[in-house]
């Protein structure tokens, strides 16, 4: 039996669970293996401002604590469970998470796992995972952990259906959904599997769930590829749209727009225009997940001579995290990797860009959260 059907069964437990989700316990008791030497791993505790100890850099991990990208559910076949994600999440000192489902789903009949794998095989929005997601959420949210769903549903070239998905969420677990996205503007990963770019006519028609998501605070994660190897910039016109139209919206742009058809760029070339964007859109944010990111720009000497200033100067409009995907290939091995890989770049920065993106106040200020990161030790 696949986890879609078994939320139908819990609703009780669900409503039931509806107030743990986004509270925290005060002492959680942390799952993290000891290390000898190691100083004690950080619990919310440390994340609640007043009398908090300093965070030492030179003791302490170099990774984030805030996955603000991670996809709970795959694109199609087995996932992994969300108690064993959870326990991936404990392990590694991550205590903040966005959970993602997956913008567009592969059919339930599809014997496939990756779509790169199945070119031709449709993929399609569902509100399949989010319900999934929001089921186990409200009863498989260990204290010590907090946790923002996601609504990885809409499909952004068919506006009117947004809302109308919105109200089935709510209807179930109202204000339990406090994000939106990821979802895809322009994918070419996808374009193989039928979804190509959004139709720039089509943008005009978010008027009303955006304003909803205005009401809500609720801040939206964009996939948009910023271009190619032979046209880096060219779909570029088409987020500047959307920010150029929803400038009241906070709009997250994931990966910075960068890709695997995008891995050649100027690295100062890409910086100046994040700048340029940062400063054009003032509630525009940036995700630096993907570990294509670090394997293509941020480890390379140009790369870090242009992306470590660039994060440092615009962290609070910074978010980390890993788009590790779910499905049932992966284990823990992976998930520390990808964190590991997406967090490498952090160590780099400044002791207040740390703080920021590492340690979660961008992310916190982002969500309306009553936590505050501690300090660094010596800043
Ligand atoms: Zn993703």
Redesign the pocket.
């Known amino acids: 039996m696949s986890n879609d059907t078994k939320w139908i069964c819990g609703v009780g437990a669900v409503i039931a669970g509806l107030a743990s989700v986004h509270v925290a316990a005060q002492t959680g008791a942390s799952a993290q293996p000891a290390t000898a030497g190691a100083p004690p791993a950080l619990t919310l505790d440390a994340f609640r401002g007043d009398g908090a100890a300093c965070y030492d850099r030179s003791t302490q991990p170099q990774t984030t604590v805030v996955d603000s990208?991670l996809?709970f559910r795959p694109f199609g076949g087995p996932a992994v469970p969300f108690e064993e994600i959870v326990q991936y999440l404990e392990a590694t000192g991550v205590l903040f998470a966005n959970v993602?489902g997956?913008?567009q789903m592969l059919p339930a009949s599809s014997p496939c796992t990756y779509y790169l794998d199945c070119p031709g095989t449709p993929l399609a929005p569902t509100l399949r995972n989010d319900f999934v997601n929001a089921a186990n959420a409200v009863v498989k949210t260990p204290e010590g952990l907090h946790l923002t769903l996601a609504m990885t549903f809409p499909d952004l070239a068919d506006p009117d259906s947004i809302l109308e998905g919105m109200e089935l969420l709510d209807a179930e677990y109202p204000g339990l959904f406090r994000w939106m996205g990821?979802v895809n503007l322009v994918k070419q990963a996808v374009f193989a599997n039928g979804r190509g770019p959004v139709p720039a006519e089509a943008i005009g028609g978010w008027a009303g769930f955006m304003a909803v998501l205005r009401e809500r605070g609720i801040a939206i994660a964009i996939?948009s590829d910023l271009g190619n190897e032979e046209e880096p910039t060219l779909y570029l016109p088409l987020m500047e749209q959307v920010l150029d139209a929803y400038p009241d919206n906070p709009i997250v742009w994931?990966?910075m727009g960068l890709s695997r058809e995008l891995t050649t760029m100027d690295p100062a070339r890409h910086a100046a225009l994040m700048t340029s964007m940062l400063e054009r859109h003032p509630n525009l944010m940036l995700d630096i997940?993907?570990r294509v990111l670090d394997d293509a720009y941020f480890s390379t000497p140009e790369g870090r001579a242009a992306y470590v200033p660039f994060l440092n100067a615009h962290s609070e409009r910074i978010l980390p995290g890993t788009?590790f995907?779910a499905s049932r290939d992966k284990d823990f091995d992976v998930y520390r990797e990808e964190l590991e890989v997406n967090s490498r770049i952090l160590g780099h920065l400044d002791d207040e860009a740390f703080r920021n993106i590492a340690l979660g106040e961008s992310y916190f200020r982002l969500l309306g959260l009553d936590y505050e990161a501690p300090r660094v030790c010596g800043e």
């Open positions: 990208h996809h993602y997956i913008g990821e996939h994931v990966h997940t993907w788009d995907l």
